[in-house]
């Protein structure tokens, strides 16, 4: 819907431009070609960034009996995880910050969405305090959280009604751990 919406204000204002300068209609093709050109640029340069910014934050190692992690560039550290949802659904890549502050996994809104619970689903009957104030949360079951080789089933979790644009994983799964250690910018979790 996006799509056909843009395409239609393209041809309004195409059509516009094009009766407005049909005088001088060499010069609005070339403009017309410069701002194709600046605008494809600028997009290509944006994909180019988020591509350079995910590498940056996302690089782990998962061994047999250790993950290894690289602060980014944020000073956080970053890890994905295929997580399922509700029972009998398929695993869903979720991308966390470990977060040491947070006592459980908190999910954001979509990517619990991502994960099978619907708003109806949910009910925010308790609260946490966050930096950004006190927000509603509703508890929920996650069929199982994978890493690697390594399956942890029936894992609670916590969805957050509040604006959080990246799930946290907190101090009750990564007390599962045998071992963590921080050294500079890099973390290791040992089994």
């Known amino acids: 819907a996006q799509i056909v ?26 403009m017309l070609l410069l701002w194709g050109l600046l605008f494809t640029g ?8 988020q591509s350079v910014m995910l590498r940056s934050i996302t690089v782990q190692q998962t061994g047999e009996d250790a993950i290894d992690l690289r602060r980014g560039r944020d000073g956080a550290f970053r890890l994905t995880l295929e997580v399922t ?8 890549p979720i991308h966390f910050i470990v977060d040491t502050g947070a006592t459980d996994i908190v999910l954001t809104r979509a990517d619990a969405e991502a994960l ?8 925010y009957l308790g609260t946490a305090r966050t930096a950004n104030g006190v927000v509603r949360t509703a ?9 690697g080789a390594r ?13 959080l644009h990246v ?7 990564l007390s599962r751990f045998s071992r963590i250690e921080m050294t500079g910018d890099r973390l290791r979790l040992e089994y």
């Not at 204000?9 to 009766?19: F, I, Q, R």
């Not at 290509?44 to 960034?49: E, S």
């Not at 949802?85 to 695993?91: Q, V």
């Not at 099978?116 to 009910?123: H, I, N, R, V, Y």
């Open 5 to 30: 919406y843009l395409v239609l204000l393209g041809t309004v204002l195409g059509s516009y431009a094009l009766v407005a300068m049909r005088q001088q209609l060499g010069q609005f093709v070339r």
């Open 151 to 163: 399956q942890h089933p029936n894992i609670r979790a916590l969805v957050n009604e509040g604006e």
């Open 116 to 123: 099978g619970f619907t708003e109806s689903d949910l009910a």
């Open 85 to 92: 949802g509700r029972e009998g659904m398929e695993p869903q």
């Open 139 to 147: 508890r929920v079951t996650l069929d199982g959280v994978h890493i």
């Open 42 to 49: 600028v997009m290509a340069g944006w994909g180019l960034w």
């Open 167 to 173: 799930s946290l994983l907190g101090m009750t799964f």
